[in-house]
């Protein structure tokens, strides 16, 4: 009988392995060839008609930025090819020593909402310098970004579960070791883990994303003034709003990886209800986080479009960063403050930004108007 088994494992086995390495093969022809596809079409520039301003040669600063070093871009986007590159390698790594941990999975599943990112630019006013390598401007879905889709977002794993889970899990991990067995955190750790993610959360956001903006890398072309800090300059960042909401992704993709006393992290536990897919708790669990992670996602764009929909977002970029491309004015705000054109009111501009008409043709300049040149602007 043990001869038999042991028969049937080896003579198994080589099969196993061919058909493992020609999926491995597939998929990595299919990135070679996605990849080669991006590439191909690849832009730097303000070149689509889109967002072009025909006004302006070259590409103009208005202002300086982070100690007056120019060379910003080129660092962030060698940086987040070699940050990729390690990433990619160690994830490799990791996956042959461990196939299938929950970590790499959520690795994984934080990557999926890249998709989303057009979306969540066009939601909260984001725009980015269109000297960054980008998408072409008028391809579906990446048409949403107010002025271009760069290629640096796709570090979003180390953004949104890397960062925060391992420095909110690390404290937890100390506050549970001096802490007494009936303690809260360790009583209820996933929202102690919850609250810990919050925080950490909202400050690693706010750090990195005020130095980004600072810059150059994108802008806030518009804020809530309230909640928000250098409100009323180039380099303005909606605080409490961006720094609290982005916490909506981080929170369950760090909760969802969370291991009980049983071994098992949430999303596993999760995924045993899927009955389709009991043979394959793997496939489940990425399932589960993805779907998670999508859903939070779009929870965070809807508290950005609530607050494009009420107009309270007034404060305007001045003055504006990129003369290369059209002042990105969906609502008239920019051509109030004194800035002057030529304006883009960019896509989803009726309904979805509570402007059934679109952008208002008639914008009455302030008489203190931050941005009017003879008020400095």
């Known amino acids: 009988m043990a001869n038999a088994t042991t028969t049937e494992r080896s003579i198994g086995s080589p099969v196993a392995a061919p058909n493992r390495s020609l999926v491995a093969a597939v998929w990595t022809a299919v990135a070679a060839v996605v990849l080669g596809v991006i590439a191909y079409n690849a832009r730097m520039g303000a070149v689509s008609p889109r967002i072009a301003n025909p006004e302006v040669t070259g590409v103009p600063r208005p202002v300086e930025c982070l100690f007056g070093w120019t060379h910003w871009l080129v660092l962030h986007q060698v940086g987040t090819v070699v940050m990729m ?45 269109p000297q960054l390598w980008h998408f072409p401007e008028d391809w579906p879905l990446v048409k949403l970004s107010p002025t271009v889709e760069p290629f640096i977002v796709i570090g979003y794993s180390t953004f949104y579960f890397i960062g925060p889970f391992l420095g909110a899990t690390w404290i937890l991990r100390r506050l549970q070791m001096r802490a007494s067995a009936g303690s809260f955190v360790w009583r209820r750790p996933l929202v102690s883990l919850a609250l810990l993610l919050f925080v950490v959360g909202f400050v690693m956001d706010a750090a990195l994303e005020i130095f980004l903006v600072h810059t150059g890398l994108y802008i806030y072309s518009q804020v809530i003034p309230w909640g928000s800090v250098f409100a009323g300059t180039t380099f303005q960042f909606p605080l409490i709003w961006e720094s609290a909401l982005v916490t909506v992704v981080m929170i369950p993709a760090g909760v969802l990886c969370y291991r009980d006393d049983t071994g098992r992290t949430q999303a596993e536990k999760l995924a045993q209800r899927l009955r389709w897919f009991r043979t394959r708790p793997a496939l489940a669990t990425f399932l589960v986080m993805a779907v998670i992670l999508n859903v939070a996602y779009l929870f965070y764009g809807a508290g950005f479009a609530a607050i494009r929909a009420s107009k309270l977002a007034t404060s305007v970029a001045c003055p504006w960063p990129y003369p290369e491309a059209r002042v990105y004015d969906p609502q008239g705000f920019f051509e109030r403050e004194g800035q002057s054109g030529p304006y883009s009111e960019g896509h989803w501009n009726r309904w979805m930004t509570a402007q059934p008409n679109g952008r208002p043709t008639v914008n009455p300049v302030k008489a203190d108007g931050y941005c009017r040149p003879d008020n400095g602007g």
């Not at 590159?85 to 690795?107: I, T």
């Open 85 to 129: 590159l390690a990433l990619v390698a160690v994830f490799v790594w990791a996956w042959r020593r461990h196939p299938a941990h929950p970590y790499l999975l959520m690795v994984l599943a934080s990557t999926t909402i890249v998709w989303q990112d057009p979306i969540m630019n066009w939601a909260p006013y984001a725009v980015y310098n």
